[in-house]
């Protein structure tokens, strides 16, 4: 059983788009926190990259319209951030 069939297509769409941009905000929490990343230049750009990406994929899953297009696009917005925080345990 998966979501959709669960709670119908629509629900489902509103709980991904809710939850993709609640990772936006929550992405920034430790960059606004005093502490080790404390607006950290280096990470900075990674993370408006990833949320930029994941922003742009907001309207098309909330359509629930091409849902392979936004799962390819938030697995990149990912991506860029895990680069993001392995440059920054590296460094």
């Given amino acids: 059983m998966t979501l959709p069939v669960i709670i119908g297509e629509k629900n489902a769409a509103w709980h991904a788009t809710f939850f993709m941009l609640l990772s936006v905000i929550v992405l920034f929490i430790p960059f606004l926190q005093p502490g080790p990343y404390y607006l950290d230049p280096l990470f900075i750009p990674f993370a408006i990259t990833a949320a930029y990406i994941t ?5 098309s899953a909330y359509q629930a319209k091409d849902l392979e297009r936004v799962r390819r696009n938030t697995l990149a917005a990912m991506g860029i951030a895990l680069v993001g925080f392995l440059i920054g345990a590296l460094f």
Avoid at 55 to 59: A, F, I, M
């Fill in 55 to 59: 922003l742009l994929c907001l309207p």
